[in-house]
Structure formats: C-alpha cells, structure tokens
C-alpha cells in the first residue's frame, strides 16, 4: 500500500491516533505510537490559553523525537488569537502537523464560536482557514463532525471548502455535534467522500475493530483511519488495523499478563511524566480499560479507580490481577 502524505510528511502506516482531551498526554502518545501509529494528535489547546500563557495549556504543546510525527490541534474563535498562538507554537514547540478543532461540541467551546459552532459559519470557517493555512509554516489538517445536528448536515460542502482553504488533510467523526460521544456514527453521509477530495480523508467514529476500520474506510474512500477511545486499553489494535489492511491475520488476543505488562508500562511512563501523584489519579480512569471484558472486571475497576496513590499502588495491584488470572 502506499504511503500516506501530509504534505511533505510521509505516514507509515494508515491509523492516526485521535486527539482526546485529558487523555493523549506525551506519555500517552509514546506508548501508542510504536503500535503502528502512523500520526498522533495533541489534545486540543486553546489558543487564548497560549496568548495568555496559561500556565496549563504550554504543557499541552510538549512533544518528543518518540512521538513524531505529531500534530498539535488549536482551537480558537478569532484569527487574530491564533495568529499568535501560531507564532508561539513555531518559536517554541516540536512539531510536524498544525490541525484545526472545528468538532468539539462542548458548549464552554461552541457558545464562543469555538469548535463544531464554525460549522454552522461555512464562508468564515473558509476564510480563518485560508488565513491559518497562509500563516503556518507547517501543514494544516482539520477536523469537523457531520454538522451541527440532524437538521444541518454540510459536512460535504465543508469538506470541498476546507480542502479550497489549503487544508491538507481532513478528519471526520461522523457524529453530529449535538450527538456528542453517543449513537451510531454514520457514514453513509460520507459516502466516497475521499475519493471526491484531492487531500486524504481520515475517518473517526467507534472504530473497535480492524473490521470497523476497513468498512468505514471502505465505505467513505477514506485514506486514514483514527483510533480514539477504542485504542484505551487495547493498544494492539492499532497494530491489528494495519495488519489487515496489509492483508494479515491479526495478532491473538494478548494474555492477562501481557495487558497487566501493557498497563505498567503505561503507567511508570505518565507518573515519570506527570509526578507520582497526578499521574495515578489519571490513571485511575485509564487503567481499567486495559481489563476490560475479563472476568471480574468490575472488581479489578473498583480495585484501580480507588486505592492508586501511588506507583508501588499501581504495581502491587497489577501484580494482583497477573498473579490472580494464573491460578
Ligand atoms: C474524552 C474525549 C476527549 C476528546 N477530545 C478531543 C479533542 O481534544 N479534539 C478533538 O478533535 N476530538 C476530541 N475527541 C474526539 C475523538 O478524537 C474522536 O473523534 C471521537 O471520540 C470519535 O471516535 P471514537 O468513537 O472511536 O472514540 C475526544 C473524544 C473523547 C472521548
């Protein structure tokens, strides 16, 4: 199969990891990427928070040789914002991809104009990505939903405007924004898109299976597949998508001691990352996922979301579930 290209940046590989806001962390992308990674994301920075120098926010922008190629994703509501977040993110970030949030639905984002509300603005959504793509000296890539709701689904005319704007990759999640994270994502809406587009495609919406990926991407002519939350405790699925695509068998399903290894990896990566303390309540959330569909998983859960404090909390218990699953 051939290669994927972001302009001059060339993917190995088909599947992008999809930016998740508290969740792609740096850690997180260097655990991911040597799964098959083709492109990573940043979770999306505010690009008010980087003018202000938010604290916070000029952490989001840190990347590693590791974890190119990268792409950092703003969002914003006002050129003259990101104009300046542009120039700081090329003073001082690492970087290979400029993407554009025009999906989230959160409404603290929309109600600014921020986000999937663009959708709703065609002719100035055009002309702050022309402006964008005019002012960054990397590529620009952007990505939207279906449209704002069931009513309003432009996602095509926004694609061909997009692609007119200079963008050179576009990412769909086949969601309307007031469906949020819930229901069947819809395809069909995209119908060979991709091969209507010059630029590649990359598809997003409950991809849980190679065979997710293959049928999205063969419905929508898309080029690239994301991975989001189906990639949270299965890393090797990232690996299996690839492999199908190639025309492999994917890989056996990994034991409880290889998730359990797969989870301390993980885990001694974040708290090296964020601090013992900050990196273990995060991963009271994330570890679970590592166990999920085993038998007693809810108690391995509840095990993990409350009792890690610390990294000798997370081994001990993790050496509990390896230890427990070989009887
Ligand atoms: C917790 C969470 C945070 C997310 N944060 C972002 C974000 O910062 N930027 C973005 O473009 N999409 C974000 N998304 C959307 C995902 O990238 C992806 O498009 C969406 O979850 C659909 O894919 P999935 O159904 O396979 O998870 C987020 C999704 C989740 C679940």
């Known amino acids: 199969m051939e290669n994927v290209k972001i302009g001059d940046i060339e993917l190995k590989g088909r599947v992008v990891l999809g930016p998740m806001a508290g969740v792609t962390t740096l850690p997180y992308r260097e655990f991911m990427k040597p799964f098959g990674v083709a492109l990573s994301y940043s979770e999306m920075i505010s690009d008010c928070g980087l003018y202000y120098s938010n604290k916070k926010t000029l952490t989001y922008f840190r990347t590693s040789k ?14 003259h914002n ?8 090329e003073e001082y970030a690492d970087y290979d991809v400029l993407d554009l ?3 989230c639905p959160v409404p603290k984002v929309t109600k600014t104009g921020a986000g999937s509300a663009w959708m709703k603005r065609p002719q100035e959504m055009y002309e702050y990505t022309r402006a964008v793509v005019a002012k960054s000296h990397k590529p620009v890539t952007a990505k939207m939903r279906l449209g704002w709701d069931q009513e309003h689904i432009n996602v095509v005319e926004l694609a061909h405007l997009l692609e007119q704007a200079g963008v050179k990759m576009i990412t769909i999640h086949a969601r309307t ?3 949020g994270y819930a229901g069947t994502p819809d395809f069909s809406k995209i ?23 293959l049928q999205a991407m063969k419905q929508t002519g898309a080029k690239m597949v994301m991975v989001a939350r189906g990639g949270l405790g299965n890393p090797e699925l990232i690996t299996n998508i690839n492999r199908v695509l190639n025309g492999e068998n994917p890989l056996p399903s990994p034991s409880v001691s290889q998730d359990a290894d797969y989870a301390l990896t993980f885990a001694k990566m974040l708290c090296d990352y964020l601090g013992e303390r900050d990196g273990a309540m995060m991963l009271r959330g994330l570890l679970p996922h590592f166990f999920s569909g085993f038998p007693g998983y809810k108690k391995i859960r509840a095990e993990i979301s409350m009792n890690i404090r610390s990294y000798d909390d997370i081994q001990r218990i993790l050496n509990g579930i390896r230890n427990r699953n070989k009887l």
């Open 191 to 213: 119908q060979d898109l991709g091969n209507d587009l010059s630029i590649p495609l990359c598809v997003s919406g409950d991809i849980y299976t190679p065979e997710d990926a």
């Open 101 to 103: 949030n025009f999906g």
């Open 177 to 179: 924004s007031t469906q």
């Open 82 to 89: 990101t104009e300046r977040a542009i120039e700081i993110l």
């Open 66 to 79: 590791k974890d190119r190629p990268v792409g950092l994703q703003l969002f914003g509501f006002d050129f």
